[in-house]
Nanobody, 124 residues
Framework: EVQLVESEGGLVQAGGSLRLSCAASGLQFGDNFAIGWVRQVPGKGREGVSC????????FYADSVKGRFTIFSGDAKNTVYLQMNNLKPEDTGVYYCGVNYPYCESTLLQYHVWGQGTQVTVSS
Protein backbone atom coordinates (compact mmCIF):
# COMPACT_ATOMS: atom_id res chain seq x y z
CA GLU A 1 0.00 0.00 0.00
CA VAL A 2 1.34 3.36 -1.02
CA GLN A 3 1.37 5.99 1.70
CA LEU A 4 2.38 9.62 1.55
CA VAL A 5 3.34 11.56 4.63
CA GLU A 6 3.56 15.32 4.43
CA SER A 7 5.40 17.63 6.73
CA GLU A 8 3.60 20.28 8.71
CA GLY A 9 2.81 23.51 6.94
CA GLY A 10 2.63 26.68 8.91
CA LEU A 11 1.93 30.34 9.21
CA VAL A 12 4.32 32.73 7.53
CA GLN A 13 4.32 36.40 6.66
CA ALA A 14 4.18 37.54 3.08
CA GLY A 15 7.63 37.46 1.56
CA GLY A 16 8.68 34.62 3.81
CA SER A 17 9.65 31.05 3.01
CA LEU A 18 8.45 27.60 3.89
CA ARG A 19 9.52 24.10 2.90
CA LEU A 20 7.15 21.17 2.62
CA SER A 21 8.19 17.56 2.29
CA CYS A 22 6.35 14.49 1.04
CA ALA A 23 7.71 11.04 1.91
CA ALA A 24 6.35 8.11 -0.06
CA SER A 25 6.42 4.49 1.04
CA GLY A 26 5.16 1.32 -0.58
CA LEU A 27 6.01 2.42 -4.13
CA GLN A 28 6.15 -0.59 -6.43
CA PHE A 29 7.61 0.55 -9.73
CA GLY A 30 11.18 1.47 -8.90
CA ASP A 31 11.95 4.99 -10.08
CA ASN A 32 8.95 5.19 -12.39
CA PHE A 33 6.90 7.63 -10.41
CA ALA A 34 6.24 11.31 -10.02
CA ILE A 35 5.37 13.26 -6.90
CA GLY A 36 3.70 16.62 -6.94
CA TRP A 37 1.64 19.12 -5.02
CA VAL A 38 -1.90 20.39 -5.41
CA ARG A 39 -3.42 23.10 -3.28
CA GLN A 40 -7.01 23.74 -2.29
CA VAL A 41 -7.95 27.32 -1.64
CA PRO A 42 -11.20 28.05 0.25
CA GLY A 43 -13.93 29.04 -2.15
CA LYS A 44 -11.82 28.09 -5.15
CA GLY A 45 -10.99 24.92 -6.97
CA ARG A 46 -7.87 22.86 -6.79
CA GLU A 47 -4.71 24.13 -8.40
CA GLY A 48 -1.84 21.98 -9.52
CA VAL A 49 1.25 23.63 -8.08
CA SER A 50 4.28 21.59 -9.04
CA CYS A 51 5.47 18.11 -9.92
CA UNK A 52 8.76 16.22 -9.96
CA UNK A 53 9.11 13.10 -12.08
CA UNK A 54 11.67 10.74 -10.62
CA UNK A 55 11.31 8.71 -13.80
CA UNK A 56 12.92 11.33 -16.02
CA UNK A 57 14.02 14.11 -13.68
CA UNK A 58 11.65 16.69 -15.14
CA UNK A 59 9.99 19.36 -13.05
CA PHE A 60 6.85 21.35 -13.69
CA TYR A 61 5.34 24.44 -12.13
CA ALA A 62 2.10 26.37 -12.29
CA ASP A 63 2.60 29.84 -13.74
CA SER A 64 1.50 31.33 -10.43
CA VAL A 65 4.51 29.88 -8.61
CA LYS A 66 7.24 29.90 -11.24
CA GLY A 67 10.36 31.61 -9.99
CA ARG A 68 9.22 31.35 -6.37
CA PHE A 69 8.76 27.63 -5.73
CA THR A 70 11.28 24.86 -6.30
CA ILE A 71 10.54 21.17 -6.22
CA PHE A 72 13.36 18.71 -5.70
CA SER A 73 14.27 15.34 -4.31
CA GLY A 74 16.87 14.85 -1.63
CA ASP A 75 19.09 11.93 -0.68
CA ALA A 76 16.05 9.77 0.03
CA LYS A 77 14.71 9.24 -3.48
CA ASN A 78 11.15 8.72 -2.33
CA THR A 79 11.03 12.09 -0.59
CA VAL A 80 10.23 15.24 -2.50
CA TYR A 81 10.47 18.77 -1.17
CA LEU A 82 8.66 21.93 -2.16
CA GLN A 83 10.65 25.01 -1.29
CA MET A 84 8.36 28.02 -1.29
CA ASN A 85 9.96 31.45 -1.32
CA ASN A 86 8.54 34.94 -1.53
CA LEU A 87 5.19 33.63 -0.36
CA LYS A 88 2.07 35.64 -1.05
CA PRO A 89 -1.32 35.66 0.70
CA GLU A 90 -2.81 33.99 -2.36
CA ASP A 91 -0.57 30.99 -1.71
CA THR A 92 -2.69 30.25 1.35
CA GLY A 93 -4.44 26.90 1.20
CA VAL A 94 -4.26 23.23 2.03
CA TYR A 95 -1.40 21.59 0.19
CA TYR A 96 -1.70 17.94 -0.79
CA CYS A 97 1.06 15.83 -2.25
CA GLY A 98 0.29 13.01 -4.61
CA VAL A 99 2.03 10.25 -6.53
CA ASN A 100 1.50 9.43 -10.19
CA TYR A 101 2.95 6.75 -12.48
CA PRO A 102 5.26 7.19 -14.29
CA TYR A 103 5.30 10.90 -15.21
CA CYS A 104 3.77 14.17 -14.17
CA GLU A 105 0.35 14.64 -15.72
CA SER A 106 -0.06 17.78 -17.81
CA THR A 107 -2.58 19.56 -15.60
CA LEU A 108 -0.55 18.73 -12.47
CA LEU A 109 -3.85 17.63 -10.88
CA GLN A 110 -4.02 13.89 -11.51
CA TYR A 111 -2.50 11.60 -8.92
CA HIS A 112 -3.22 8.05 -7.87
CA VAL A 113 -2.59 8.41 -4.15
CA TRP A 114 -2.80 11.49 -1.95
CA GLY A 115 -1.25 12.65 1.27
CA GLN A 116 -3.27 13.94 4.19
CA GLY A 117 -2.87 17.61 3.34
CA THR A 118 -1.18 20.37 5.28
CA GLN A 119 -2.26 23.95 5.88
CA VAL A 120 -0.14 26.81 4.63
CA THR A 121 -1.21 30.29 5.69
CA VAL A 122 0.47 33.43 4.43
CA SER A 123 -0.43 36.62 6.24
CA SER A 124 -0.26 40.01 4.59
Amino acid sequence: EVQLVESEGGLVQAGGSLRLSCAASGLQFGDNFAIGWVRQVPGKGREGVSCFARSNGRTFYADSVKGRFTIFSGDAKNTVYLQMNNLKPEDTGVYYCGVNYPYCESTLLQYHVWGQGTQVTVSS
